[in-house]
């Protein structure tokens, strides 16, 4: 068998120079170049660990240091260093205790007796795996409920049936200003206003009577404060621990609807100002059209008298143009919309 | 011969005149009467409608005292659809002003300003046709 490249820094923590020897000898007859470290005592090891000098990969411990011993050397070394897998080396031959030790955190139990270069190794390389593997899934489970907590976005998780909040984020505090205490003490009923509390059961009826898992509508939000908000509320209805839970995602729509609005009704404006515009405006083009056909006609009906009354007609008409043109540039700088904030 | 009147009601003196120019170049019958809102328009028609005689009006919409609209729903209670052409002349038209006009059974139709000698001929045409219907 090669032996193994991969770089393992080991602290044994043994006083008795004669069973540290026997490991260091096992440990480098699988492994390339192993950096070992010893600690005759448990304040030893607690000033290596704590030193942090050397990142340490795993912890073979001795049950019987000068300083501490058995059930409160595990316990005090969990503590201290609850990221490192630690494998017990003990003389000790006792199933139930070894059991006992497991239960504490321990990552292994080996007998000194039983002791050879290959065990060590299977047990060492196996155990540095498996807390590797460990701490990602730690760490990725971190970054999903960072993802959670720390969104911009106001989120919750509620209880299907009861609408119970089970869980809400630091955006939802901020955003709905309830404490986090208050929030977790409400159904999601508390946060819509009394006359839209229909639209809500509608919501959760269609749900379940369409067995639908993902649903979308606009609501009014109450602030602590009374304030109505309207959200984008999207929601998502999962299985966690055998219950149906809904994440909940609302987008805060208030600005936009506001400015919606407000474009609605300078629509409005401005479609009445285009309406009685173009009946102001049409007047006097009538009469200059009418005019202009009367002059026109090769007929010599009309007098050069007459055609001279029809001309002045004509200009008053284009002048009146004039002037109801200008006021519309002054009524349409008027329109400029007021809710820009 | 029935007695054909020309009604124009319009409260844009200029306007009345124009028409009143078309008519003439269009030989339309006998000389229009014109009133510059609904109310003078109807206490005339008032007093003097025959349902003997047959009646062309031309009709504003926009005009203040009393506008097109009031003027057809007073006009519309003794004014017969038979032996009167309605036509509503406004400076613009709203399709909203046409579905209104379609409840009135006396509108004939919705002309734009200003109406030239071309339609008014062809209206001739139009009362021509009915008034030999009248008297046979």
Not at chain 1, 152 to 172: G, S
Not at chain 2, 97 to 102: A, T, V, Y
């Amino acid at each position: 068998m090669k032996k193994d490249k991969e770089l393992f820094n080991i602290l044994v923590v043994e006083d008795n120079q004669g069973d540290f020897l026997l490991v260091n000898e096992f440990l480098y007859e699988f492994i390339q170049s192993p950096k070992i470290i010893q600690a005759k005592s448990f304040s030893e090891a607690k000033n290596i660990i704590e030193d942090n000098q050397i990142p340490i990969d795993l912890i073979l411990l001795d049950l019987t240091l000068p300083d501490k011993q058995g059930v409160p050397l595990i316990q005090e070394m969990m503590l201290l260093a609850p990221q490192i897998p630690v494998v017990i080396l003990t003389g000790f031959s006792d199933l139930s205790f070894a059991v006992k030790t497991l239960s504490l955190g321990i990552a292994d139990y080996l007998l000194k007796d039983d002791l050879n270069a290959i065990l060590l190794y299977k047990s060492i390389k196996y155990n540095i795996e498996r807390n590797r593997n460990m701490m990602s899934i730690k760490n990725s489970e971190e970054k999903y409920s960072d993802l959670f907590h720390l969104s911009p976005q106001p989120m919750w998780m509620c209880d299907f049936e009861t609408l119970q909040m089970t869980e809400v984020n630091k955006a939802a505090i901020q955003y709905y200003q309830f404490t986090e205490a208050e929030f977790l003490s409400m159904t999601m009923k508390e946060i819509v206003p009394a006359e839209d509390l229909n639209d809500l059961v509608d919501e959760m009826t269609a749900l379940k009577n369409q067995n639908l898992s993902f649903s979308q509508r606009v609501y009014r939000h109450l602030k602590k404060d009374g304030t109505i908000l309207f959200v984008d509320v999207r929601l998502n209805v999962l299985k966690l621990k055998n219950k149906n839970v809904m994440i909940v995602l609302a987008n805060d729509i208030t600005e936009r609807i506001h400015y919606v609005e407000a474009i609605e009704a300078q629509n409005e404006k401005l479609h009445k100002i285009a309406w009685t515009q173009s009946h102001v405006v049409r007047a006097p083009l009538a009469r200059i059209m009418g005019l202009i056909n009367l002059m026109s006609d090769d007929d010599d009906a009309t007098s050069p008298d007459e055609k001279k009354e029809l001309l002045k007609h004509i200009i008053n008409s284009a002048h009146e143009l004039d002037y109801i043109v200008k006021d519309i540039i002054d009524q349409s700088q008027n329109i400029i919309p007021t809710t820009k904030q | 011969m029935i007695k054909i009147n020309t009604i124009i009601i319009d409260d844009d003196e200029l306007l009345i005149m124009i028409m009143k120019k078309m008519l003439v170049k269009s030989n339309f019958y006998d000389s229009p009467i014109a009133f510059e809102n609904g109310e003078p328009a109807l206490d005339n028609l008032k007093l003097n409608y025959n349902a003997d005689e047959f009646y062309v009006i031309f009709l504003d919409i926009n005009m203040p005292v009393m506008d097109g609209w009031e003027f057809l729903n007073h006009a519309s209670k003794f004014v017969l659809p038979t032996n009167t052409l309605l036509y509503i002349v406004t400076s613009s038209t709203d399709q909203a002003d046409i579905e209104k006009s379609k409840h009135y059974e006396l509108v004939t139709e919705f002309l734009s300003k200003p109406v030239y000698v071309d339609k008014l001929l062809k209206i001739k045409d139009i009362v021509a046709e009915r008034v030999s219907q009248v008297e046979s």
